[in-house]
């Protein structure tokens, strides 16, 4: 079993939907919590980053963490075709393990116009 | 700044040759990461670096994967001899780590190696 799980889609939502990820973790130091998003053809970029539970929005993106269901959301409202990408979710420990970050698989998401 | 500049795009080459992949890490930043992503197996950290030293390479899957970064400035990471299931993207990553916990991570744009 994979220490991060995460559907690979694709996801597919008409534009101005709500796009809803998520990933799941076994690694209960897991303290970081980022989401990259990565367009085809390129590297990834953080999205989101939040410590320990709780959520967190930035414009239209709202990441949720969950510890203790070891769980953790991204919402997308108002979703546009250009939030057409690849959403890779990645956790990280603390102290000298937190320079290393787990990944998911990544979940494909296509929005239509 | 130009971001994290990867060379080259795409690389195709035949089982046994030798390949080195080479990346130039954003001006200022004392880590750099090498990366490798498959649809199998997703996106692996293979070595990273902290200020120019290897601080962890149990990600680098055997013998005949090997990396250096001689300067502040320039990371090569070399296969050899390279074989089909090395086949992937490989992506350089860098960024400022100042303490203990994961900092913003640049990633270049990643090699798109072919063994045949």
């Known amino acids: 079993q994979k220490e991060v799980e995460q559907d690979p889609g694709p996801l597919s939502v008409p534009e101005g939907a709500i796009v809803s990820l998520n990933c799941t973790y076994s690694n209960s130091a897991f303290q970081y919590f980022m989401w990259y998003r990565q367009y085809s053809r390129k590297g990834p970029e953080l999205l989101m980053y939040t410590y320990s539970s709780g959520n967190k929005e930035d414009g239209r993106f709202t990441a949720q963490v969950d510890k203790s269901s070891k769980y953790i959301s991204l919402f997308i409202r108002d979703s546009q075709p250009s939030d057409s990408a690849t959403y890779l979710c990645a956790m990280s420990a603390s102290g000298a393990a937190g320079n290393k970050l787990t990944f998911g698989g990544g979940t494909r998401v296509l929005v239509k116009p | 700044d130009a971001g994290v500049i990867q060379s080259p795009r795409h690389e195709v080459t035949e089982m046994g040759q030798e390949v080195t992949l080479r990346c130039k890490p954003i001006s200022g930043h004392n880590s750099l990461f090498w990366y490798r992503q498959t649809m199998m197996r997703g996106l692996e950290l293979l070595i990273y670096?902290?200020?120019?030293?290897?601080?962890?390479d149990s990600g680098m899957p055997e013998d005949r994967f090997s990396a250096k970064m001689p300067n502040a400035s320039f990371s090569t990471l070399k296969i050899q001899p390279s074989e089909p299931r090395d086949s992937a993207v490989y992506f350089c990553a860098s960024s400022l780590m100042v303490v203990e916990k994961p900092e913003k991570l640049f990633f270049g744009s990643g090699t798109q190696l072919s063994v045949l």
């Open positions: 670096f902290n200020n120019n030293v290897p601080i962890d």
